[in-house]
């Protein structure tokens, strides 16, 4: 059995799919009686989405003094979220104002998120992750998908790989949060990239078929998918904002309503499609059924909101322990009885 863990996207809703790592990584630590043990080390191939693919880089980051341990425990990662979360999504009032009436281009300047990925994830390179993944963006000038593959970065060089941080930059750059992210491969490709949830805002469909392709013996009965979201965001937008095109606020809407039709989408035809091979258990997807208590917008990033995203995602580990065990229980045994974990061996011959 092959084992994916995919994250989407949501702004500052990462909290969410970052708590339920950090219970998941302790409780497999409890069981194994391990306090080294990691997520990386329990699962096959990572995706992620936009914040999802911030998270997926910290936990595949090598440790700077040994690169077969993983820099950042899920704990670790999802401090990314709490201790810098105020200072990514902040914006003065003047510039607040500017962007209602369309007097800048995005909400947010790039410098903090820029900074804090550049101290987390410094000089590290795509090819240098622990684990196969794919980070998801979207080239405006080419009008394409684009997949960062780590596998790609490894066995095509400089050509393909780039700097992590300029992949995360790229994979959150959402549209009218954050301006384009123009960002050069080793090689010096230039790439004007902006987030991936334009397209794949749940990357789990893109994961399952990037096993498939790469090695055909795998099928659909071989893949078990543990897919994160952040919540499907509800918020009923007035006829009358979408009716008057000059209306400046559309554009987080049209963001949001894209972000969550994506998420829900792919969420429907996984669902089919492991039904149809009789394999439904093998695609599980934990996302708070109800974003009611929290403010869902994705840089709804001040101090008592995260509180409630975090008060929210408490809630929901509460709400499916059960299932986690269950989980911590499949992945431990999977471990225990599988000779190689990786389906990528042949990119390091």
């Not at 191939?45 to 998270?55: C, E, H, K, R, Y």
């Not at 990239?193 to 096993?211: K, T």
């Not at 695609?283 to 909101?305: F, K, Q, T, W």
């Amino acid at each position: 059995m092959k084992r994916v863990l995919s994250i989407d996207g949501g702004g500052i809703r990462g909290i969410i799919p970052a708590m339920f790592l950090t219970a998941l990584e302790e409780k497999i630590q409890q069981a194994t009686k391990n306090p080294e043990a990691h997520i990386s080390d329990y699962f096959d191939f990572f995706a992620g989405t936009s914040t999802g693919g911030i998270l997926v880089s910290l936990l595949l980051c090598p440790d700077d003094n040994d690169p077969k341990k993983p820099k950042y425990t899920a704990k670790e990662a999802l401090n990314i979220y709490l201790e810098h979360g105020v200072s990514i999504f902040s914006a003065s009032a003047m510039r607040r104002f500017f962007s209602r009436f369309g007097l800048v281009s995005e909400l947010y300047n790039e410098s903090a998120i820029n900074q804090v990925l550049n101290d987390y994830l410094g000089e590290r390179k795509l090819s240098e992750l622990r684990k196969p993944c794919i980070i998801t963006a979207y080239n405006i000038e080419l009008r394409k998908n684009h997949l960062f593959r780590q596998q790609k970065a490894i066995s095509h060089g400089a050509q393909r790989d780039f700097l992590l941080r300029d992949v995360c930059r790229a994979t959150a750059a959402a549209p009218t949060y954050f301006s384009v992210a123009e960002i050069f491969s080793l090689s010096g490709t230039r790439y004007p990239l902006v987030d991936g949830g334009v397209f794949a805002h749940n990357p789990a469909l893109s994961a399952l078929l990037e096993v498939i392709k790469t090695f055909n013996t795998y099928k659909i009965h071989d893949i078990w998918i543990l897919s994160l979201g952040t919540g499907i965001s509800k918020i009923s937008y007035n006829y009358e904002d979408f009716k008057k095109k000059w209306a400046i606020s559309i554009g987080p809407a049209l963001v949001d309503i894209m972000g969550s039709s994506s998420a829900e989408s792919i969420d429907y035809y996984l669902k089919q499609l492991f039904r149809s091979v009789g394999k439904s258990n093998n695609y599980i997807r934990i996302e708070p059924g109800n974003l009611a208590s929290i403010n869902p917008s994705m840089d709804a990033a001040s101090p008592h909101n995260i509180q409630k995203i975090v008060a929210l995602t408490d809630r929901l580990i509460s709400d499916n322990e059960n299932q986690l065990n269950q989980i911590v229980d499949d992945l431990i045994h999977d471990k225990k009885n599988s000779r190689e974990r990786s389906v990528w061996n042949f990119l390091k011959n």
